[in-house]
């Protein structure tokens, strides 16, 4: 595990209607879901709640590329929202490549017995839970930081 960094980091699935929030213990070894975030006004306001609450490193925000790997208008959506959050928390925010993490989610609840409609609350937990774990597995057989990084001095005007 050389080149790890130790520390709790949040995996955030932002969603039109609802935002999965998952979090990693300081080892990296298992992400955990947290809770679905309604997607509106105060969306922001709850994430920087735990942010404070859990103290993480760094906050992965969920990059939905379409498959060929081009930016879709969900891509442009993350990006601003990635973009408000970092500017509203001190903490690092990154956004990784989720492609397929709301899918596995999908397939893991129902391989699990759940229904599609049963699943619907916790689907997004579960899609942050994925891209959080895909991330940490790229760091630690990387040794460098998942995805880019969001510099609020760096967005667009």
């Known amino acids: 595990m ?15 209607a609802r935002i999965g929030v ?10 955990t879901p947290v809770e679905t975030v309604p997607r509106g006004d105060a969306s922001i306001l709850r994430l920087r709640e735990l ?4 103290e993480p490193i760094e906050v992965l925000v969920g990059l939905p590329l ?3 790997g081009g930016d879709t208008p969900s891509t ?9 959050l970092a ?13 397929l993490s709301t899918v596995s989610a999908h397939a893991a609840l129902r391989d699990s017995g759940r ?13 942050a839970v994925v891209l959080l774990q895909q991330a940490l597995d790229v760091e630690k057989n990387s040794g460098r930081p998942p995805g880019t990084s969001v510099d609020p001095a760096e967005e667009p005007a």
């Not at 442009?76 to 408000?84: I, K, L, Q």
Request: proline share 3%.
């Open 2 to 16: 050389s080149g790890f960094r130790r520390g709790v980091r949040l995996g955030i699935d932002v969603g039109r």
């Open 22 to 31: 998952a979090r990693c213990d300081p080892d990296g070894m298992l992400a």
């Open 51 to 54: 942010i404070a609450e859990h």
């Open 66 to 68: 379409s498959l060929s």
């Open 76 to 84: 442009t959506d993350a990006r601003d929202f990635a973009g408000t």
């Open 87 to 99: 500017a509203a928390s001190a903490t690092p925010v990154r956004l990784v490549d989720e492609r």
């Open 115 to 127: 229904s599609q409609r049963s699943s619907r609350s916790i689907v997004d937990q579960v899609a």
